[in-house]
């Protein structure tokens, strides 16, 4: 149910293409990336839900690709540097569509909280997360569900 | 609007999220329905704040925002026989409460994420 969450929101909300990729490791992305290092910053969102089930779900994505998906949003030209608060802002409408569509999809009756951002260390490995590519950069996405 | 008058629907968008407003706003502009001035709210009680001081028809708001959310936006609203006629519509990832979203007189509710159709739809409601 996440990988066709992930991808329908990645493109309706985001105008994005996205794909799951298991197996591949992050630190070969990072290497082949040509972005600038500062561009390689990882940012986290996380959003609570409550309701039926209780819980939270977390994304991390990395800066280039907050900005790459937020000029899109913002209508604006490729190659605008978007300010770090509109990167988490990135980060957080991603953290917190994606937990109301997958929250949705699978029937429960819920209530998010307001999204946390911050800038987030990056990533050993993705271990614990599902990896998803969207334009070609990493994604990671975990839920997890509170137990009664 | 409903009148049949030409007169421009005035909106408020009220979504903390820059990015969120800055997309309703695109998509609304998109749509064939005309507008007059589209203002933006960054919680409820910058939205109050706005409702007081301008002429607006119809208000957009999300539900998950910090300070005032949109459940307290639109209940306050529907307290005040000023905006008895303010047209309502949601947009919203943050609930499966829609039905519940009905008491406070909601016209439309929009879930995220949406096509940019789904706002023009939902303008065209308001009619």
Known sequence: MLPDTVVDVADQAFFAWAERRDGLDLSELARGSDAAPAALRWLGARVEFTGAIAGSLEVLLTADLADELGVVMMGETAGHDLPEAQLKDVAGEMANILCGALLRRAGHEFRLKPPETCVAATPSSADGYTLFLVNDRPLLVRSSVQQE | ?127
Do not use: H, Q
């Open chain 2, 1 to 127: 609007m409903r009148d049949g008058s030409d007169k421009r629907l005035n909106l408020l968008i009220v979504d903390d999220s820059v990015l969120m407003r800055a997309l309703v706003r695109r998509a609304a502009s998109l749509s064939n329905v005309p507008l007059g001035t589209i203002y933006e709210a960054g919680n409820g009680e910058e939205a109050l704040r706005l409702l007081e001081t301008a002429s607006i028809d119809a208000v957009f708001t999300d539900l998950n925002m910090p300070v005032m959310t949109g459940f307290e936006l639109l209940e306050v609203i529907g307290r005040d026989e000023r905006w008895r006629n303010l047209l309502r519509v949601v947009i919203s990832a943050g609930t499966s409460a829609a039905p519940g979203t009905g008491s406070f007189g909601v016209t439309r509710f929009v879930e995220k994420p949406f096509r940019p159709e789904a706002i023009r739809d939902a303008l065209a409601s308001l009619l």
